[in-house]
């Protein structure tokens, strides 16, 4: 535990301009957003008091704002503002909004009839009786309903790092997918702070006497407006082209940081999340992406991978992995899973990919359809000697192939499977085999390296340039160790991959990784 | 100087009004009275138009008021609300201060106006910094009529303004509303359920039921020559102190001088003759006096009586008053 500490405080200490960058951004972001949600938020409150008709439909619009998921909101607002600032906070203070007007809304309404009485009889003008009567009275809810709304745009200012809007977000949502503790926590603890204060100081403005609220109702557009100012975007240099990375590929070796040292690629680079990335490089918001390789995406927005010549990104050629017990009990199992060997290359992956992602068809279908095309299909047998027990990780990819294998297995043998899809990730499903809950599994050859074998550095280093060394010692290693075979590659390799749209990268000539450092330089 | 014409007002198929005409003199005070829902208040709010009327005009000193600006009418009469409506996050200081404020007076005028009422309605200084929450209900009606009154309007209308006060702090503020030098020399037209205050109170009734005026007098004739059941009825519960209340001193004819004569040790109080009945019984009770001297300014003659010697005025008053 004290270590843990040590080493969380070493990481902040470390990373401190980052840190520091990304709070004042998250603060700056929160309060642009909270600052533009009152100035709309405020006077549709109050109209919607005077048109009471409208009451209904405006609270019910902002009530729905509100439950729309926010991943999905961002994305919905990329063809509409690209990404970046402006999407982010256009989002975050549609969230804010409802808080605001149903506040508003009730805090004027809620304001005694008989003073609102007593003041037009005196002779005063109905702008006269808002400022002087009803924004004063209802000063308090109002104050309670900015409240609600800064607290829930902190919160929801850590998803602005998915679309390259900065933020806490970028250490909370790069430290999940590095599966790095301290990362998340550098970003998550300083974002639960300023949630509690935020919230700590506008209850303490809440609890002031009406004289000072009045000097506060002056004060704090002004404050709103510093802290709004914080908010700027990080350009540290501009290029002629912009790169969105996802949190994860910023953090790897086998990633950016390779990207920089061995190919010294100098671009202008956004953090951004890998559910928007694709669509924002295909919308012309982003040029340049970090992706997979077989991704059904790289299809449907018409991208293209740039070569990696330099082989910075290890080797991810699937194959199927199975027990050695396994292949004994079941003699024919070996021969059968070698037939798709070699029969599935990238682009063949992608547009299987394409099919169940884009297209919404069942994996079932896709695999049926391409067993057909390729003459492999036949129909299923009695299924008399046994269960062979397939396994599979939670992504269509692994569905797809899972299929295919049992297809194959029913329609070559007598053997009948049950299919196990949804194993979560590597550990879960690897588990599962070793324990003898599977028999087999399609695995990634820079998965079996990095993820389970995890050997030194120096090893890794000296394997990841070649797709046959890696599969090589992966094969030899999980024998030794697991008395798990590595069958056949199916052909294709899901790597990191960097990609462009095909139009440009066409346009300016780049095929390779190096052209585009070269093109950058120019 | 205040003249309603056939004035009604209808929400829906409810007549809250129905064609009412009356007319209050100026420095009168006219008293709107009736049960719960007779359209007491829909009436009064017509006059500063915080409802509009359904048909029907109004004439304040002989302007249409419907072709004034609502703003400026306002600001020309003062309206006190049967809950005070007094802002509760302005000061009493403030409170009072928004008319001014509105008619743009400078600091000083304002400050030497508030000081002044506050004094005339029996509030020290200390509550010119306090709010309305920290205040008791009497305090804060109080402040009600000090916000009504403070530009000096020539019209006051009241909507039940002591309807909220127990009967003790409700007879005291009578008694303040009675002495208070500024009311006389307003127009007033006052709401209220209770016989008793308009009979102590108004020169001048008009007794509603169902959005109609059933009978507009002075207290005595509505006691006296009751239109008909319904005003008679409505009256009768406690008839002798609304007679009480309804018949002024220099009304009765002058008491014959009995025997008792001016004895040592006897308390005499002076009192004006244009007092009700009730006043001198107060004075008989509460001071204990043994005889008054009335002082009748209009007929520019003094006379004294003993208690019994009123009495029996009193009631031959009365005598002649259902003879005729
Ligand atoms: N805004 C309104 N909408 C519909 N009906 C109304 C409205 N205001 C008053 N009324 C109706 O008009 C009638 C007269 O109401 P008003 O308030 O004038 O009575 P009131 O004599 O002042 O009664 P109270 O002594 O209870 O205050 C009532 O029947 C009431 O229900
Ligand atoms: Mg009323």
Redo the contacts between chains.
């Keep these: 535990m004290n270590e843990q500490q040590q080493t969380l405080w070493e990481f902040m200490q470390q990373q401190s301009d980052k840190l520091l960058t990304q709070t004042l951004q998250h603060i700056g972001l929160t309060f642009v957003s909270l600052f533009i949600a009152v100035l709309i938020g405020l006077p549709l409150g109050i109209f919607i008091t005077r048109k009471k008709n409208f009451s209904g439909p405006v609270l019910g619009i902002a009530s729905i704002l509100q439950t729309v998921p926010s991943i999905a909101l961002l994305g919905f607002m990329i063809p509409l503002l690209g990404i970046g600032a402006k999407p982010a906070i256009v989002a975050l203070l549609l969230y804010a909004l409802l808080p605001i007007i149903r506040n508003t809304y009730t805090g004027i309404t809620g304001v005694?009839a008989?003073?609102k009485?007593?003041?037009?009889?005196?002779?005063?003008?109905k702008w006269?009786i808002l400022f002087k009567?009803e924004l004063?009275?209802a000063m308090p809810v109002i104050f309670a309903g900015i409240r609600t709304a800064t607290v829930i745009t902190v919160g929801v200012a850590t998803l602005a790092s998915y679309i390259a809007a900065g933020g806490l977000g970028e250490f909370i949502f790069g430290g999940i997918s590095l599966n790095n503790t301290n990362m998340i926590l550098a970003g998550a603890i300083p974002a639960a702070l300023l949630a509690i204060i935020f919230d700590f100081l506008l209850s303490r403005l809440h609890k002031l006497n009406?004289k000072k609220l009045r000097t506060v109702t002056i004060d704090l557009p002004l404050l709103l407006l510093v802290l709004s100012s914080l908010y700027f975007i990080p350009s540290a240099y501009g290029t002629k082209l912009k790169a969105g990375f996802t949190p994860e590929f910023m953090g790897r070796q086998d990633g950016n940081l390779g990207l920089i040292s061995k190919y010294g690629l100098k671009i202008q680079t956004l953090v951004i999340n890998d559910a928007v990335m694709y669509k924002a490089a295909y919308e012309k918001q982003l040029d340049v992406i970090s992706g997979y390789s077989t991704d059904g995406r790289l299809k449907a927005y018409d991208l293209v991978v740039l070569d990696d010549d330099k082989k910075i990104f290890p080797p991810y050629y699937a194959a199927p992995i199975v027990r050695e017990n396994s292949l004994k009990k079941f003699a024919l199992l070996e021969k059968i899973l070698n037939l798709l060997a070699g029969k599935i290359n990238d682009s063949t992956m992608t547009a299987l990919n394409y099919k169940t992602d884009y297209l919404h068809q069942s994996p079932e279908r896709v695999a049926k359809d391409f067993l057909v095309a390729n003459k492999l299909w036949k129909p299923a047998r009695n299924g008399n000697d046994g269960i062979v027990r397939i396994g599979s990780k939670i992504f269509g990819e692994q569905y797809i192939l899972a299929s295919i294998y049992s297809m194959l297995i029913k329609g070559y043998t007598n053997y009948d499977t049950s299919t196990k899809t949804g194993l979560g990730g590597t550990k879960i499903c690897f588990d599962a085999l070793t324990n003898d809950q599977i028999d087999f599994y399609p695995e990634y050859t820079g998965t079996g390296l990095l993820a389970i074998l995890q050997p030194s550095p120096k090893t890794i280093d000296s394997l990841t340039h070649s797709k046959d060394e890696t599969y090589n010692y992966v094969q030899k290693e999980f024998e030794k160790k697991y008395k798990i075979k590595w069958l056949k590659p199916i052909g294709f390799n899901n790597a990191y991959a960097l990609m462009m749209r095909k139009k440009q990268a066409k346009g300016l000539n780049i095929k390779t990784i190096s052209n585009l450092k070269r093109y950058l330089d120019r | 100087m205040i003249k309603v014409q056939k004035l009604s007002k209808h929400f829906g198929k409810v007549k809250a009004v129905d064609e009412i005409s009356f007319e209050v003199k100026e420095h009168e005070n006219l008293i709107l009275l009736g049960t719960s829902g007779c359209g007491k208040t829909t009436t009064l709010k017509m006059i500063n138009r915080l409802i509009e009327p359904s048909a029907g005009n109004i004439f304040i000193d002989s302007k249409n008021i419907f072709e004034q600006s609502p703003e400026t009418l306002r600001r020309g009469i003062g309206y006190v609300l049967q809950n005070n409506g007094l802002f509760p996050h302005y000061t009493v200081a403030e409170n009072i201060a928004i008319v001014p404020q509105l008619l743009k007076w400078d600091k000083k005028r304002t400050e030497k106006r508030v000081a002044e009422l506050l004094e005339k309605l029996h509030l020290t200084k200390d509550y010119l910094n306090v709010y309305p929450n920290e205040l008791s209900g009497g305090q804060q009606q109080r402040i009600g009529l000090a916000r009504a009154l403070v530009a000096d309007p020539a019209v006051l209308l009241m909507d039940e303004p002591f309807g909220a006060l127990d009967n003790v702090t409700r007879s005291k503020i009578h008694a303040e509303f009675k002495a208070l030098d500024e009311l006389k020399r307003k127009t007033i037209i006052m709401v209220t359920h209770d016989v008793q205050e308009a009979f102590e109170l108004g020169d001048h009734i008009c007794l509603m039921d169902q959005g109609k005026i059933i009978q507009d007098g002075t207290p005595a004739d509505l006691l006296f020559n009751p239109k008909n059941s319904f005003v008679k009825e409505f009256l009768q519960e406690q008839k002798l102190q609304l007679e009480f209340k309804a018949i002024k001193l220099n009304q009765l004819s002058r008491p014959l001088k009995g025997e008792a004569e001016k004895g040592v040790g006897q308390k005499v109080n002076n009192i004006s003759a244009d007092v009700s009945f009730w006043s001198v019984l107060e004075h008989f009770k509460f001071d204990g006096v043994d005889e008054l001297n009335v002082i009748d300014k209009e007929n520019n003659e003094t006379w004294s009586a003993n208690f019994e010697e009123l009495m029996s005025a009193f009631y031959q008053y009365k005598k002649q008053q259902f003879h005729e």
């Design positions: 005694d008989a003073v009485e007593a003041a037009t009889a005196m002779g005063m003008s006269q009567v004063p009275l009406i």
